[in-house]
């Protein structure tokens, strides 16, 4: 989840360097959606007469690394050397690799659109 259209802070975030190297993955994968998006989706199912599982998640299936390159741009930053690729397979970790959703039936559903993140680059 991410606010992107809230005011952004002016103030420089530490850099990753000061916390040591991150490695993001780049064979992980989520469906990362605005929070406005999901907030008008919950706000609209409250008097939908919908009932059941549905999956309310961005369109776009993004890797933690492109997640994260993304988050920086937004932060109007150029990634760090401090940013590394990584792969769940090479960091020896038992993870999922892929939790995107289908998002299909909440489209069909929803006046609420599901907007991919924006590309600030």
Known sequence: MGGW???RSRSPAPPPSSAGPV???TDEYRSPVRIEDLAAALVE??????RGVL???GPERLSRYELGLRIVAYHGREPSPGILRGTVAGSGLIRPRDCTLDIALARRILRTPLCPLPVHV
Do not use: I, Q
């Open 55 to 57: 999956h309310v998640a």
């Open 23 to 25: 490695a993001l993955f």
């Open 5 to 7: 259209e809230r005011e």
């Open 45 to 50: 199912l409250v008097e939908h007469n919908y």
